[in-house]
């Protein structure tokens, strides 16, 4: 960072990172979305569908995720959670899965095209980020999907970690949550389904 000519990054937080941790200016350049290809829909006849799209890593939180669904099952509201990706978690989110007795209401679907996942959010009711800092300290800087999913009509829920909060704005555009909070998320997640 410190030698290169120019250091660029996708939101305030990582800014005042980098410039705290490296001691030099830091661009921001937020992430684009080609409009033309991610028209926008009305989401509000889709099928209670919660929606996960990311790599099967601690840091993208869907093990909060299926908590939370399983909260949502247990108290009778309808909803089926879809989680895109594949990665070191698969087995565990699985067992977790198997454990819920969720083998029916949430389904793994392992890596997809790009226009697969576009579809997924295309139906889906809710676009769920529960994103989290990993044990190791590894976090995401500002989801893409969260901007695509936007872009497609899909209401978005995501956590108050790194540059989430500056895509969502909560109440306007979507709903933050904490992260590690199943049950805030649960309750987001039935908020925007109703």
């Known amino acids: 960072v410190r030698e290169a000519a120019q250091v660029v990054t996708v939101s305030r937080f990582n800014v005042e990172f980098l410039e705290r941790t490296h001691g030099r200016r830091v661009s921001l350049v937020y992430n684009g979305v080609p409009l033309e290809s991610f028209p926008y ?3 509000a006849e889709r099928a209670p569908v919660v929606l ?16 939370a669904i399983a ?6 509201t309808p909803v089926r959670g879809v989680i895109v990706g594949d990665g070191e978690e698969r087995e565990a989110l699985a067992a977790c899965i198997a454990a819920h007795d969720l083998e029916g209401h949430v389904q793994l679907l392992g890596a997809r095209t ?3 996942v576009k579809a997924h959010m295309r139906e889906a009711a ?4 529960p994103c989290v800092v990993a044990a190791d300290g590894d976090r995401d800087g500002l989801p893409t999907v969260l901007l695509e999913a936007m872009a497609l009509g899909t209401p978005c829920v995501g956590t108050d970690v790194t ?15 904490p992260q590690h909070d199943p049950v805030a998320l649960a309750n987001a997640l039935r908020g925007l389904l109703h």
């Open 71 to 76: 909260l949502l099952v247990r108290e009778g």
């Open 41 to 43: 829909t009305s989401p």
């Open 114 to 116: 790009p226009e697969e």
């Open 163 to 177: 540059g989430i909060p500056e895509a969502i704005t909560e109440g306007e555009t979507g709903r933050i949550v």
């Open 126 to 129: 809710v676009l769920a980020a």
């Open 52 to 67: 996960g799209v990311g790599r099967l890593i601690e840091k993208k939180g869907f093990r909060d995720l299926v908590e």
